[in-house]
């Protein structure tokens, strides 16, 4: 089985200001790592996505996260963030060889951008 | 393309009562899912189909029932409702070719059981 932890439920952060939200697993298997973004009253979106090679992943809206092997993380940066990134964050994972395609979230972060 | 649509957005029940959520894709995709979501508790899933007349169990499927008649519907049934199941339920469908592919959610329907 995975679990996923956010390590931050609310984020408040200034305009144009960087931003790393936390995000920690674990599993007994081999992983892909997602970030989707649900902006308020939506349905969540696909941020950016880990499969293999390059630990480093570049995402839209200027977002990037970093998978750590060994810390077993993959938290998301934003060097300057904007007033329309406030929203909800979750990290979530799936084994590899996971047929479904039924992914484990985590509880989300919420990010809150101040001017 | 509409992609992932689900209806009511809103709905208020009473406990005891029935209720079915609507969840249709346009994408031709062959999963489907249902989770519900709690505030600090991310998205737990409920049940996942992997192609019409196929049906599986997740992480929390007391209270709920599915059918997939077709490739497009994934309709999610509470037949007794509970105030546990006051939530936020999205549908999602990704397509088929591995667990990498991107799960496509729907806007969510806002259930309150009182």
């Known amino acids: 089985a995975q679990s996923v932890t956010q390590l931050d439920s609310q984020v408040p952060v200034f305009e144009e200001a960087p931003v790393e939200l936390r995000c920690n697993y674990s599993s007994s298997v081999s992983v892909y790592l997602f970030w989707y973004v649900q902006y308020p009253n939506q349905g969540l979106q696909l941020l950016l996505k880990?499969?293999?090679?390059?630990?480093l992943v570049k995402g839209i809206n200027g977002f990037e996260a970093e998978f750590n092997k060994s810390q077993t993380s993959f938290h998301l940066r934003k060097p300057s963030v904007h007033i329309s990134d406030t929203a909800e964050y979750f990290c979530a994972v799936t084994p590899v060889n996971n047929a479904g395609n039924m992914l484990t979230f985590g509880g989300g972060t919420r990010l809150m951008v101040k001017p | 393309n509409a992609g992932v649509t689900q209806t009511p957005k809103f709905r208020i029940l009473k406990i005891g009562q029935s209720m079915t959520l609507q969840c249709t894709q346009d994408?031709?995709?062959?999963?489907m899912y249902w989770y519900r979501q709690d505030p600090g508790m991310g998205l737990k899933l409920i049940y996942y189909?992997?192609?019409?007349?196929?049906?599986d169990k997740g992480e929390v499927p007391n209270g709920y029932n599915v059918s997939r008649s077709t490739t497009e519907d994934f309709p999610l049934r509470l037949e007794l409702a509970a105030p546990s199941q006051t939530s936020v339920y999205f549908c999602?469908?990704?397509?088929?070719?591995?667990?990498?592919?991107?799960?496509?959610f729907g806007p969510g329907t806002r259930l309150t059981v009182l």
């Open positions: 189909s992997v192609g019409a007349g196929i049906t």
């Open positions: 999602a469908s990704s397509g088929t070719g591995g667990p990498y592919n991107e799960q496509f």
């Open positions: 994408m031709n995709h062959n999963y």
């Open positions: 880990y499969l293999s090679g390059s630990t």
